[in-house]
């Protein structure tokens, strides 16, 4: 299954794919986590994106296409993949169409998660994550049962990340408006679009998903 999540920053896309994961036994391809690990390594295309990702712009088109299209034919695609994060423009939307013809693949359900804007402020600045194993939380909404250790691998170790501060989520939430609502309608037109209300609680939004997509 190839399954694509839309929605503003803040609006679950990771929290759902993490777990939509352990469900189906399917990946998850974030282009932000991607990005994050090219930053962290020092390469070039970290070098590039570091910047732009911290004042919440998008990172160009053509670097994201070409990461993408070498991630997805990795061994571990086979069994299928999540999209998270990417597409994020109308050009990323077709270069999507083309890379999946040539490759003879389809992408079998689009999901948007409709939230408010206002909410995803208090959501992102109080996101964090452990340091081994990637597990989100979040300060009000998500704690781990024991406070300040893992609920996944017992770690005592956590990190939030740098571009998660209010100023930069309003030039996210600005960008994701300007550049990434315009393929919500993309895919509207093709008829592939679902929409979950992403305002619900976690587990919720997790049912609303799985009854789209069956
Ligand atoms: P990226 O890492 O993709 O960030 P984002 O889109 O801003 O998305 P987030 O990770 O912030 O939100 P999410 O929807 O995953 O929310 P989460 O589940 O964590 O991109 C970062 C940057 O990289 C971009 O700004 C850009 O510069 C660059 N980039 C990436 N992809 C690109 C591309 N394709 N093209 C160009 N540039 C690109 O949830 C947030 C918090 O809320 C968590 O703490 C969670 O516990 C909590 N929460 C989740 N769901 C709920 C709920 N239902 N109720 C209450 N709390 C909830």
Redesign the pocket.
């Known amino acids: 299954m190839k399954l694509m999540?839309l929605?503003?920053?803040?609006?679950?896309?990771?929290?759902?794919?993490k777990r939509l994961e352990d469900a189906y036994g399917i990946i998850q391809l974030?282009?932000?986590?991607m990005?994050?690990v090219e930053v962290a390594s020092g390469s070039d295309l970290g070098k590039q994106?570091k910047e732009?990702?911290e004042s919440?712009?998008?990172?160009?088109?053509d670097l994201?296409i070409n990461m993408?299209s070498s991630r997805i034919d990795h061994d571990d695609c086979k069994g299928g993949f999540i999209l998270?994060?990417?597409?994020?423009?109308t050009p990323?939307a077709e270069a999507l169409d083309t890379m999946f013809s040539d490759k003879g693949m389809k992408l079998d359900h689009v999901i948007e998660?409709k939230v408010d804007d206002d909410a995803m402020v208090e959501?992102?600045t109080?996101?964090?994550t452990c340091a081994g194993c990637g597990a989100?939380?979040?300060d009000s909404?998500?704690k781990p049962k024991e406070e300040g250790i893992c609920d996944k691998c017992g770690g005592t170790d956590f990190k939030r990340?740098s571009?998660?501060n209010a100023e930069t989520v309003r030039s996210?939430l600005e960008?994701?408006h300007e550049q990434t609502a315009p393929i919500i309608t993309y895919y509207r037109d093709k008829g592939t679009l679902k929409s979950v209300d992403?305002?619900?609680?976690?587990d919720?939004?997790t049912t609303q998903i799985k009854d789209e997509i069956g």
């Open positions: 999540l929605g503003p920053p803040g609006a679950g896309k990771g929290t759902q794919a974030s282009t932000g986590d990005l994050r994106a732009i990702m919440g712009g998008l990172v160009s088109d994201i993408i998270d994060g990417f597409p994020r423009t990323q998660m959501r992102i109080g996101r964090y989100g939380y979040h909404f998500q990340r571009d998660d996210r960008a994701y992403g305002m619900a609680a976690i919720e939004v």
